[in-house]
């Protein structure tokens, strides 16, 4: 099943097999207890900071698969291979943030078409 963008939803290969992940509000409430954040905007600004560890990676990727319906652990997570490495964990998580909380508009005069 290929992931659908508009539900939050993002495709990756993880352990040798293409998986779904998705930010669903029950993730990003688990990502919040995690974080020791009170609300939406502290997670938003936590990960705006473009400072992630790799225990945050882990933790993003736990729950963005844990809300696309796997069941597996933070721990079971951490053990995966990532297609890709370190540097596809992040641009996993950089666009699983980006389905949760939306891509920022275009900037009068940034990609915009000119009449």
């Given at each position: 099943?290929?992931?659908?963008?508009?539900?939050?939803?993002?495709?990756?290969?993880?352990?040798?097999?293409?998986?779904?992940?998705?930010?669903t509000l029950g993730a990003l409430a688990e990502l919040e207890d995690a974080f020791?954040?009170?609300?939406?905007?502290?997670?938003?600004?936590?990960?705006?900071?473009?400072?992630?560890?790799?225990?945050?990676l882990t933790r993003i990727l736990g729950a963005g698969l844990r809300g696309a319906?796997?069941?597996?652990?933070d721990e079971e997570v951490a053990a995966m291979r990532i297609e890709g490495g370190a540097a596809g964990a992040v641009r996993i998580c950089a666009e699983l943030l980006a389905a949760?909380?939306?891509e920022p508009e275009p900037q009068r005069g940034e990609g915009a078409a000119r009449p």
């Open positions: 099943m290929a992931a659908n963008r508009r539900r939050g939803e993002v495709s990756a290969e993880i352990d040798g097999r293409a998986r779904t992940l998705c930010l020791a954040l009170d609300d939406i905007a502290g997670l938003a600004a936590r990960f705006g900071s473009g400072r992630l560890s790799a225990r945050d319906g796997e069941t597996v652990g949760a909380f939306g």
